[in-house]
């Protein structure tokens, strides 16, 4: 018999990891293998959702403001050790309800601030942010005015997620087109972060990470004296991906694109650095033209865009 670890990330906009997940190994378990469900995230979407059962998360919905101050309802998860984990995107994100113009300039994270501030109030001493999927390119200055109007963390310590290791001054380059930056908008806040940087408490800018979510880490890093973590790392280890992985035959991994950027800090890229000489199959939504040599990494890709596809790709696993 089979044992299949499946550890997929969420196809984003269509399929939540757990739900990827879930249609695979019904297909695995169909044709008699064992399957291990084990929903991942890297940071980014879906973060929250994959950290709940194994940090035992009682999730909270709380005030907030979305990228543009207009009221939304934030998301906390609370353990009883006193961690909370905030996924970004929430409040703060790209893909945050919003009835009037989405201003890449205006928006900001104040929301997010808000979130971490009622989850010290809640008793946070721990606060582990997800900060991928943001609309902003404020620095975290929003973050950190809506914290510090609300007195501050009370000494609880901060953990940013992301995968990416862009720096401070870089992220409205690399990452504000995507949210909506024509090229003036990219100067504007650049010339922005720069400034924001030079009136910090501790310089970001020469610090790999700090421009994750337009600076939000560098602005958590440099107040709160913040820990810039690999998402796909911490949550590896929170779901206990490496024991799981001991007992496996075979290792099914997913994201919703599979191409040149998944070997970068992805969390396909880092699970495959963790399993050693076992057979890794990739079931993904789309597959890039510029994956190249990197397929050869995986002992098949397979192609699945819907529910059904899925549930065939687990039907149709060997090890």
């Not at 757990?18 to 399957?35: K, L, M, Q, R």
């Not at 400034?195 to 600076?215: F, K, N, Q, Y």
């Not at 890229?269 to 199959?281: E, F, K, M, N």
Request: some cysteine.
């Amino acid at each position: 018999m089979t044992r299949i670890l499946i550890a997929p990330d969420s196809f984003k906009g269509t399929y939540t990891a757990a739900e990827v997940a879930d249609a695979i190994a019904s297909g695995a378990e169909s044709v008699g293998h064992t399957a291990v469900r084990m929903p991942v995230a890297d940071g980014g979407e879906g973060t929250l959702e994959a950290l709940t059962a194994p940090l035992g998360l009682d999730l909270i919905d709380v005030d907030a403001v979305n990228p543009w101050r207009a009221p939304c309802r934030g998301l906390l998860g609370m353990s009883p050790d006193g961690t909370a984990v905030v996924e970004l995107a929430t409040a703060s994100g790209i893909t945050t309800p919003h009835d009037g113009p989405r201003d890449a300039v205006a928006a900001d994270t104040y929301g997010t601030g808000m979130v971490m501030a009622e989850a010290v109030r809640r008793g946070a001493r721990h606060i582990v942010v997800a900060a991928g999927g943001s609309a902003t390119t404020d620095g975290g200055a929003g973050a950190i005015a809506a914290i510090e109007e609300r007195g501050g963390l009370g000494g609880a310590r901060v953990t940013v997620l992301s995968d990416v290791t862009t720096r401070y001054t870089d992220a409205a380059r690399i990452f504000g087109p995507q949210k909506g930056a024509d090229p003036a908008a990219v100067e504007l806040l650049t010339r922005r972060l720069e400034a924001t940087a030079l009136s910090l408490p501790r310089d970001p800018r020469e610090v790999d990470g700090t421009g994750a979510a337009g600076g939000f880490s560098g602005g958590m890093w440099s107040v709160f004296g913040a820990e810039l973590c690999s998402g796909a790392d911490f949550v590896l280890d929170a779901v206990g991906f490496d024991d799981a992985v001991r007992s496996a035959d075979l290792v099914v991994v997913g994201e919703g694109r599979l191409d040149g950027q998944s070997r970068a800090g992805k969390i396909v890229s880092v699970i495959l650095a963790r399993t050693g000489d076992l057979p890794v199959v990739a079931v993904v939504g789309s597959v890039g033209d510029d994956l190249g040599d990197y397929r050869t990494r995986f002992a098949d890709v397979v192609v699945a865009s819907d529910a059904a596809a899925l549930f065939r790709a687990g039907r149709e696993l060997r090890p």
